[in-house]
Protein backbone atom coordinates (compact mmCIF):
# COMPACT_ATOMS: atom_id res chain seq x y z
CA UNK A 1 0.00 0.00 0.00
CA UNK A 2 3.06 2.44 -0.09
CA UNK A 3 2.67 5.09 -2.54
CA UNK A 4 5.52 6.55 -2.92
CA UNK A 5 5.93 8.54 -6.03
CA UNK A 6 8.25 7.84 -9.19
CA UNK A 7 8.14 11.35 -10.30
CA UNK A 8 4.57 11.40 -11.92
CA UNK A 9 2.78 12.01 -8.37
CA UNK A 10 2.33 15.81 -8.38
CA UNK A 11 -0.94 17.41 -10.70
CA UNK A 12 0.80 19.69 -13.06
CA UNK A 13 -2.74 21.49 -13.13
CA UNK A 14 -2.45 24.36 -10.23
CA UNK A 15 -5.61 23.95 -7.76
CA UNK A 16 -6.47 27.35 -8.25
CA UNK A 17 -6.88 27.16 -12.36
CA UNK A 18 -10.39 25.61 -11.26
CA UNK A 19 -10.49 22.14 -11.77
CA UNK A 20 -13.99 20.21 -11.42
CA UNK A 21 -15.12 19.87 -7.89
CA UNK A 22 -13.57 16.64 -6.36
CA UNK A 23 -13.73 15.58 -3.07
CA UNK A 24 -10.73 14.95 -2.99
CA UNK A 25 -8.73 17.54 -5.19
CA UNK A 26 -7.45 19.57 -2.53
CA UNK A 27 -4.94 16.41 -0.93
CA UNK A 28 -2.51 15.34 -3.66
CA UNK A 29 -1.46 12.66 -2.05
CA UNK A 30 -5.03 11.75 -0.59
CA UNK A 31 -6.21 11.65 -4.38
CA UNK A 32 -3.55 9.78 -5.42
CA UNK A 33 -3.91 6.75 -2.14
CA UNK A 34 -7.80 7.17 -3.66
CA UNK A 35 -7.11 6.18 -6.87
CA UNK A 36 -4.95 3.72 -6.28
CA UNK A 37 -7.58 1.94 -4.09
CA UNK A 38 -9.28 2.17 -6.90
CA UNK A 39 -7.91 0.96 -9.58
CA UNK A 40 -6.78 -2.07 -7.29
CA UNK A 41 -10.68 -2.65 -6.91
CA UNK A 42 -11.36 -2.23 -10.77
CA UNK A 43 -8.57 -4.76 -11.77
CA UNK A 44 -9.72 -7.48 -9.42
CA UNK A 45 -13.28 -6.63 -10.64
CA UNK A 46 -12.75 -6.49 -13.92
CA UNK A 47 -9.61 -7.14 -14.92
CA UNK A 48 -6.91 -4.96 -16.64
CA UNK A 49 -8.33 -4.89 -20.22
CA UNK A 50 -11.88 -3.73 -19.03
CA UNK A 51 -10.79 -1.29 -16.35
CA UNK A 52 -11.06 2.46 -17.74
CA UNK A 53 -9.64 5.40 -16.45
CA UNK A 54 -13.20 7.10 -16.08
CA UNK A 55 -14.26 4.29 -14.00
CA UNK A 56 -11.78 4.13 -11.73
CA UNK A 57 -11.98 7.92 -11.72
CA UNK A 58 -15.71 7.45 -10.67
CA UNK A 59 -15.15 5.37 -7.94
CA UNK A 60 -12.76 7.15 -6.57
CA UNK A 61 -14.85 10.61 -6.72
CA UNK A 62 -12.25 12.17 -8.68
CA UNK A 63 -12.22 13.84 -12.43
CA UNK A 64 -10.72 12.17 -15.21
CA UNK A 65 -8.69 14.42 -15.39
CA UNK A 66 -7.11 14.46 -12.08
CA UNK A 67 -6.27 10.75 -12.60
CA UNK A 68 -5.04 11.54 -16.28
CA UNK A 69 -2.56 13.72 -14.61
CA UNK A 70 -1.64 12.07 -11.64
CA UNK A 71 -0.69 9.02 -13.99
CA UNK A 72 -0.74 10.35 -17.36
CA UNK A 73 -1.89 6.93 -19.12
CA UNK A 74 -4.07 3.24 -17.73
CA UNK A 75 -0.38 1.69 -18.21
CA UNK A 76 1.30 4.02 -15.75
CA UNK A 77 -1.66 3.55 -13.63
CA UNK A 78 -1.93 -0.31 -13.37
CA UNK A 79 1.80 -0.09 -12.78
CA UNK A 80 1.63 2.22 -9.74
CA UNK A 81 -1.45 -0.49 -8.66
CA UNK A 82 -0.06 -3.32 -8.35
CA UNK A 83 1.14 -4.21 -5.07
CA UNK A 84 4.35 -6.26 -6.56
CA UNK A 85 6.61 -3.55 -7.63
CA UNK A 86 6.68 -0.98 -4.87
CA UNK A 87 7.07 -3.71 -1.83
CA UNK A 88 9.91 -5.65 -3.33
CA UNK A 89 13.08 -3.40 -2.59
CA UNK A 90 11.86 -3.03 0.89
CA UNK A 91 11.80 -7.06 1.61
CA UNK A 92 14.89 -7.63 -0.49
CA UNK A 93 17.00 -4.77 2.31
CA UNK A 94 18.71 -6.82 4.45
CA UNK A 95 22.01 -9.24 5.22
CA UNK A 96 23.29 -10.66 2.01
CA UNK A 97 23.93 -13.86 3.13
CA UNK A 98 20.16 -14.80 3.92
CA UNK A 99 19.13 -13.02 0.47
CA UNK A 100 17.67 -16.19 -1.03
CA UNK A 101 15.52 -16.98 1.81
CA UNK A 102 14.23 -12.95 1.92
CA UNK A 103 13.56 -13.47 -2.32
CA UNK A 104 11.62 -16.50 -1.65
CA UNK A 105 9.65 -15.30 0.79
CA UNK A 106 8.69 -11.96 -0.90
CA UNK A 107 7.35 -14.18 -3.52
CA UNK A 108 5.66 -16.30 -1.81
CA UNK A 109 3.91 -13.85 0.57
CA UNK A 110 3.27 -11.70 -2.47
CA UNK A 111 1.51 -14.32 -4.71
CA UNK A 112 -0.17 -16.01 -1.98
CA UNK A 113 -2.97 -13.43 -1.81
CA UNK A 114 -3.18 -14.33 -5.94
CA UNK A 115 -6.24 -15.98 -7.41
CA UNK A 116 -7.80 -15.69 -10.72
CA UNK A 117 -8.94 -11.91 -10.84
CA UNK A 118 -5.10 -11.46 -9.68
CA UNK A 119 -3.62 -8.56 -12.06
CA UNK A 120 -0.27 -10.23 -12.44
CA UNK A 121 -1.41 -13.24 -12.94
CA UNK A 122 -4.46 -11.79 -15.41
CA UNK A 123 -1.36 -10.25 -17.22
CA UNK A 124 0.89 -13.58 -17.51
CA UNK A 125 -2.32 -15.01 -19.39
CA UNK A 126 -2.65 -12.28 -21.44
CA UNK A 127 1.19 -11.69 -22.09
CA UNK A 128 0.98 -15.86 -23.36
CA UNK A 129 -2.28 -15.44 -25.84
CA UNK A 130 0.27 -12.43 -27.59
CA UNK A 131 -1.33 -9.52 -26.48
CA UNK A 132 0.89 -6.64 -26.99
CA UNK A 133 -0.22 -4.59 -24.53
CA UNK A 134 -0.21 -7.28 -21.84
CA UNK A 135 3.24 -8.57 -23.01
CA UNK A 136 4.19 -4.84 -22.84
CA UNK A 137 2.92 -4.48 -19.11
CA UNK A 138 4.27 -7.26 -18.28
CA UNK A 139 7.93 -6.51 -19.55
CA UNK A 140 8.02 -3.46 -17.36
CA UNK A 141 6.35 -5.25 -14.35
CA UNK A 142 9.48 -7.52 -14.76
CA UNK A 143 11.54 -4.65 -15.11
CA UNK A 144 10.96 -3.25 -12.17
CA UNK A 145 11.19 -6.55 -10.12
CA UNK A 146 14.54 -7.05 -11.59
CA UNK A 147 15.51 -3.54 -10.87
CA UNK A 148 15.11 -4.56 -7.61
CA UNK A 149 17.15 -7.70 -7.64
CA UNK A 150 19.69 -5.99 -9.53
CA UNK A 151 20.30 -3.61 -6.50
CA UNK A 152 21.13 -6.29 -4.16
CA UNK A 153 23.00 -8.67 -5.99
CA UNK A 154 26.63 -8.73 -6.07
CA UNK A 155 29.01 -10.91 -8.53
CA UNK A 156 29.48 -11.95 -12.11
CA UNK A 157 26.70 -12.23 -14.71
CA UNK A 158 24.48 -9.74 -12.31
CA UNK A 159 21.93 -9.52 -15.41
CA UNK A 160 21.64 -13.05 -16.43
CA UNK A 161 21.29 -14.22 -12.96
CA UNK A 162 18.50 -11.52 -11.88
CA UNK A 163 16.93 -12.73 -15.49
CA UNK A 164 17.14 -16.50 -14.03
CA UNK A 165 15.45 -15.31 -10.69
CA UNK A 166 13.01 -13.96 -12.71
CA UNK A 167 12.41 -17.03 -14.46
CA UNK A 168 12.51 -19.15 -11.92
CA UNK A 169 9.42 -17.69 -10.19
CA UNK A 170 7.67 -16.96 -13.46
CA UNK A 171 7.75 -20.47 -13.77
CA UNK A 172 6.70 -21.24 -10.40
CA UNK A 173 3.89 -18.64 -10.88
CA UNK A 174 2.49 -20.46 -13.95
CA UNK A 175 2.67 -23.87 -12.54
CA UNK A 176 0.75 -23.12 -9.18
CA UNK A 177 -1.19 -20.17 -10.01
CA UNK A 178 -2.12 -20.35 -13.78
CA UNK A 179 -1.98 -23.92 -14.72
CA UNK A 180 -2.48 -25.07 -10.82
CA UNK A 181 -1.70 -28.55 -11.44
CA UNK A 182 1.20 -31.12 -9.77
CA UNK A 183 3.24 -30.91 -6.51
CA UNK A 184 4.76 -27.26 -6.89
CA UNK A 185 0.86 -25.81 -7.09
CA UNK A 186 -0.55 -28.30 -4.32
CA UNK A 187 2.60 -27.78 -1.51
CA UNK A 188 2.09 -25.74 1.38
CA UNK A 189 3.48 -21.75 1.30
CA UNK A 190 6.48 -22.21 3.78
CA UNK A 191 7.70 -25.80 1.78
CA UNK A 192 7.20 -23.54 -1.24
CA UNK A 193 9.56 -20.98 0.06
CA UNK A 194 11.82 -23.65 1.65
CA UNK A 195 12.15 -25.18 -1.90
CA UNK A 196 12.39 -21.87 -3.48
CA UNK A 197 15.54 -20.89 -1.23
CA UNK A 198 17.49 -23.43 -2.22
CA UNK A 199 16.90 -23.37 -5.40
CA UNK A 200 17.53 -19.89 -5.51
CA UNK A 201 20.56 -19.87 -3.81
CA UNK A 202 23.18 -20.82 -6.61
CA UNK A 203 21.88 -17.82 -8.39
CA UNK A 204 21.62 -15.51 -5.64
CA UNK A 205 24.78 -16.37 -4.37
CA UNK A 206 26.92 -17.67 -6.65
CA UNK A 207 30.12 -18.23 -4.26
CA UNK A 208 27.92 -20.17 -2.24
CA UNK A 209 27.29 -23.22 -4.94
CA UNK A 210 28.93 -23.35 -8.36
CA UNK A 211 27.96 -21.10 -10.94
CA UNK A 212 28.97 -20.79 -14.82
CA UNK A 213 31.68 -18.13 -15.45
CA UNK A 214 31.64 -16.90 -19.58
CA UNK B 1 12.04 -38.77 -35.00
CA UNK B 2 11.79 -42.06 -33.07
CA UNK B 3 8.51 -43.65 -33.21
CA UNK B 4 8.70 -46.34 -30.37
CA UNK B 5 5.29 -47.26 -30.24
CA UNK B 6 3.69 -46.86 -26.25
CA UNK B 7 1.02 -49.52 -26.93
CA UNK B 8 -0.87 -48.34 -29.42
CA UNK B 9 1.08 -48.79 -32.31
CA UNK B 10 -0.71 -52.12 -34.04
CA UNK B 11 -3.95 -51.28 -36.23
CA UNK B 12 -6.45 -53.87 -34.98
CA UNK B 13 -7.86 -54.19 -38.80
CA UNK B 14 -6.25 -56.94 -40.35
CA UNK B 15 -5.31 -55.81 -43.66
CA UNK B 16 -6.58 -59.14 -45.65
CA UNK B 17 -10.54 -57.67 -44.19
CA UNK B 18 -9.97 -54.57 -46.93
CA UNK B 19 -9.41 -51.00 -45.62
CA UNK B 20 -9.81 -48.74 -48.20
CA UNK B 21 -6.61 -47.95 -50.92
CA UNK B 22 -3.94 -46.79 -49.22
CA UNK B 23 0.13 -46.01 -49.96
CA UNK B 24 1.15 -47.40 -47.09
CA UNK B 25 -1.53 -49.54 -45.13
CA UNK B 26 0.39 -53.02 -45.73
CA UNK B 27 3.13 -51.99 -43.56
CA UNK B 28 1.75 -50.38 -39.99
CA UNK B 29 5.52 -48.85 -39.05
CA UNK B 30 5.60 -47.21 -42.37
CA UNK B 31 1.60 -45.64 -42.02
CA UNK B 32 2.69 -44.74 -38.27
CA UNK B 33 5.82 -42.67 -39.38
CA UNK B 34 4.10 -41.09 -42.14
CA UNK B 35 0.95 -40.01 -39.72
CA UNK B 36 3.05 -38.89 -37.43
CA UNK B 37 5.20 -36.58 -39.65
CA UNK B 38 1.79 -35.37 -42.05
CA UNK B 39 0.95 -34.23 -37.88
CA UNK B 40 4.45 -32.75 -37.42
CA UNK B 41 3.81 -30.58 -40.51
CA UNK B 42 0.17 -29.98 -39.82
CA UNK B 43 0.75 -28.83 -36.40
CA UNK B 44 3.74 -26.73 -37.17
CA UNK B 45 1.61 -24.98 -40.07
CA UNK B 46 -1.62 -24.35 -38.39
CA UNK B 47 -1.82 -25.22 -34.80
CA UNK B 48 -3.04 -28.05 -32.58
CA UNK B 49 -6.40 -26.18 -32.61
CA UNK B 50 -6.92 -26.53 -36.40
CA UNK B 51 -5.23 -29.72 -37.20
CA UNK B 52 -7.74 -32.32 -37.80
CA UNK B 53 -7.77 -36.00 -38.09
CA UNK B 54 -8.43 -35.50 -41.79
CA UNK B 55 -6.37 -33.32 -42.81
CA UNK B 56 -2.97 -35.27 -41.63
CA UNK B 57 -4.31 -38.55 -43.06
CA UNK B 58 -4.53 -36.64 -46.46
CA UNK B 59 -1.15 -35.14 -45.89
CA UNK B 60 0.17 -39.22 -45.01
CA UNK B 61 -1.80 -40.58 -48.19
CA UNK B 62 -3.58 -42.72 -45.70
CA UNK B 63 -7.53 -43.15 -44.88
CA UNK B 64 -9.02 -41.23 -42.00
CA UNK B 65 -9.40 -44.68 -40.20
CA UNK B 66 -6.57 -45.34 -40.21
CA UNK B 67 -5.23 -42.85 -38.42
CA UNK B 68 -7.83 -43.28 -35.83
CA UNK B 69 -6.64 -46.76 -35.48
CA UNK B 70 -3.17 -45.99 -34.59
CA UNK B 71 -4.07 -43.48 -32.60
CA UNK B 72 -7.59 -43.48 -31.32
CA UNK B 73 -7.72 -39.65 -30.70
CA UNK B 74 -6.60 -36.33 -31.76
CA UNK B 75 -4.53 -35.62 -28.50
CA UNK B 76 -3.06 -39.06 -28.39
CA UNK B 77 -1.74 -38.58 -32.04
CA UNK B 78 -0.60 -35.07 -31.00
CA UNK B 79 1.19 -36.66 -27.57
CA UNK B 80 2.70 -38.89 -30.32
CA UNK B 81 3.62 -36.35 -32.86
CA UNK B 82 5.96 -34.13 -30.42
CA UNK B 83 8.94 -34.25 -29.80
CA UNK B 84 9.50 -33.82 -26.70
CA UNK B 85 8.90 -36.51 -24.42
CA UNK B 86 9.65 -39.67 -26.45
CA UNK B 87 13.41 -38.56 -26.49
CA UNK B 88 13.59 -37.38 -22.67
CA UNK B 89 14.26 -41.00 -21.30
CA UNK B 90 16.62 -41.52 -23.76
CA UNK B 91 18.46 -38.17 -23.17
CA UNK B 92 18.43 -38.59 -19.44
CA UNK B 93 19.96 -41.96 -19.48
CA UNK B 94 23.51 -42.60 -17.32
CA UNK B 95 25.49 -41.61 -14.47
CA UNK B 96 23.49 -39.67 -11.78
CA UNK B 97 26.55 -37.41 -11.28
CA UNK B 98 25.81 -35.68 -14.90
CA UNK B 99 22.23 -36.01 -14.66
CA UNK B 100 22.18 -31.71 -14.35
CA UNK B 101 23.94 -30.99 -17.20
CA UNK B 102 21.94 -33.84 -19.15
CA UNK B 103 18.50 -32.23 -17.85
CA UNK B 104 19.87 -28.78 -19.04
CA UNK B 105 21.29 -30.13 -22.46
CA UNK B 106 18.21 -31.85 -23.26
CA UNK B 107 15.84 -29.15 -22.62
CA UNK B 108 17.88 -26.69 -24.66
CA UNK B 109 18.98 -28.87 -27.66
CA UNK B 110 15.23 -29.41 -27.89
CA UNK B 111 13.51 -26.02 -27.34
CA UNK B 112 16.27 -24.86 -29.76
CA UNK B 113 14.50 -25.73 -32.69
CA UNK B 114 11.42 -23.62 -30.98
CA UNK B 115 9.65 -21.12 -32.74
CA UNK B 116 6.12 -19.74 -32.05
CA UNK B 117 4.90 -22.31 -34.07
CA UNK B 118 6.40 -24.44 -32.00
CA UNK B 119 3.91 -27.37 -30.87
CA UNK B 120 5.11 -26.90 -26.91
CA UNK B 121 5.36 -23.08 -27.41
CA UNK B 122 1.68 -22.85 -29.02
CA UNK B 123 0.12 -25.08 -26.36
CA UNK B 124 1.69 -22.89 -23.35
CA UNK B 125 0.04 -20.13 -25.13
CA UNK B 126 -3.21 -21.84 -25.11
CA UNK B 127 -3.19 -22.98 -21.52
CA UNK B 128 -2.21 -19.43 -20.48
CA UNK B 129 -5.46 -18.66 -21.90
CA UNK B 130 -7.71 -21.00 -20.14
CA UNK B 131 -8.53 -23.10 -23.20
CA UNK B 132 -9.52 -26.15 -21.62
CA UNK B 133 -8.15 -29.29 -24.48
CA UNK B 134 -4.43 -26.75 -24.34
CA UNK B 135 -4.40 -27.31 -20.30
CA UNK B 136 -5.43 -30.51 -20.67
CA UNK B 137 -2.51 -31.33 -23.65
CA UNK B 138 0.48 -29.50 -21.75
CA UNK B 139 -0.77 -31.36 -18.17
CA UNK B 140 -0.46 -34.44 -20.39
CA UNK B 141 2.95 -33.42 -21.91
CA UNK B 142 4.15 -32.13 -18.57
CA UNK B 143 3.26 -36.27 -16.80
CA UNK B 144 5.48 -37.11 -19.64
CA UNK B 145 8.50 -35.64 -18.70
CA UNK B 146 7.30 -35.77 -15.06
CA UNK B 147 7.52 -39.61 -14.94
CA UNK B 148 11.21 -39.16 -17.21
CA UNK B 149 12.34 -37.22 -14.39
CA UNK B 150 10.96 -39.30 -11.63
CA UNK B 151 12.86 -42.32 -13.61
CA UNK B 152 16.17 -40.72 -12.70
CA UNK B 153 16.05 -38.78 -9.45
CA UNK B 154 16.90 -40.86 -6.65
CA UNK B 155 16.89 -39.21 -2.56
CA UNK B 156 13.51 -37.16 -1.09
CA UNK B 157 10.96 -35.87 -1.90
CA UNK B 158 11.38 -36.66 -5.41
CA UNK B 159 7.38 -35.49 -6.88
CA UNK B 160 8.32 -31.95 -5.43
CA UNK B 161 12.07 -32.20 -7.45
CA UNK B 162 10.35 -33.41 -10.43
CA UNK B 163 7.55 -30.64 -10.34
CA UNK B 164 10.22 -27.96 -9.42
CA UNK B 165 12.46 -28.87 -12.37
CA UNK B 166 9.45 -28.62 -14.72
CA UNK B 167 8.65 -25.32 -13.07
CA UNK B 168 12.00 -23.91 -14.07
CA UNK B 169 12.24 -24.98 -17.19
CA UNK B 170 8.80 -23.80 -17.81
CA UNK B 171 9.84 -20.11 -16.74
CA UNK B 172 12.58 -20.80 -18.70
CA UNK B 173 10.34 -21.23 -21.89
CA UNK B 174 8.27 -18.57 -21.06
CA UNK B 175 10.87 -16.09 -21.14
CA UNK B 176 12.74 -17.38 -23.96
CA UNK B 177 10.58 -18.59 -26.14
CA UNK B 178 6.79 -16.85 -25.36
CA UNK B 179 7.47 -13.35 -24.17
CA UNK B 180 11.01 -13.19 -25.85
CA UNK B 181 13.02 -10.44 -23.78
CA UNK B 182 15.17 -10.13 -21.62
CA UNK B 183 19.00 -11.76 -20.47
CA UNK B 184 17.14 -15.23 -20.31
CA UNK B 185 16.06 -14.79 -23.92
CA UNK B 186 18.98 -13.10 -25.44
CA UNK B 187 21.77 -15.77 -23.98
CA UNK B 188 23.82 -18.22 -26.11
CA UNK B 189 21.97 -21.48 -26.03
CA UNK B 190 25.50 -23.22 -24.66
CA UNK B 191 25.65 -20.38 -21.86
CA UNK B 192 22.09 -21.51 -21.16
CA UNK B 193 22.63 -24.60 -20.17
CA UNK B 194 25.71 -23.46 -18.24
CA UNK B 195 23.40 -22.10 -16.29
CA UNK B 196 20.55 -24.08 -15.99
CA UNK B 197 23.30 -26.62 -15.18
CA UNK B 198 24.17 -24.68 -12.26
CA UNK B 199 20.13 -23.61 -11.36
CA UNK B 200 19.18 -27.23 -11.38
CA UNK B 201 22.23 -28.68 -9.95
CA UNK B 202 20.92 -28.78 -6.18
CA UNK B 203 16.81 -29.98 -7.22
CA UNK B 204 18.72 -32.59 -9.34
CA UNK B 205 21.44 -33.60 -6.59
CA UNK B 206 19.85 -32.52 -3.22
CA UNK B 207 23.34 -34.13 -1.87
CA UNK B 208 25.45 -31.62 -3.54
CA UNK B 209 23.21 -28.67 -2.27
CA UNK B 210 21.40 -28.00 0.63
CA UNK B 211 17.56 -28.98 -0.16
CA UNK B 212 14.78 -28.36 2.62
CA UNK B 213 13.56 -31.27 4.38
CA UNK B 214 9.50 -31.92 5.46
Known amino acids: MTTNG ?3 ADPTRHPATGPPAGRRR ?3 EASRGAILDAARAELNAHGYSRMTIR ?3 ARAGVTHGLVMRHFGTKERLFLAA ?9 ALAGDPATLPERIARAYVDRMETADAD ?5 LIRSAAANDPTATRLYSAMQEHSRAAYRDVLDGPDVDARVDLIAAVLLGVTFSRYVIRE ?3 AAMAPATLAEHL ?4 RPVVLPASGTAPGD
Open 6 to 8: DGD
Open 26 to 28: RDP
Open 55 to 57: RVA
Open 82 to 90: IPGPQRLGA
Open 118 to 122: DPFVA
Open 182 to 184: GAV
Open 197 to 200: TALL
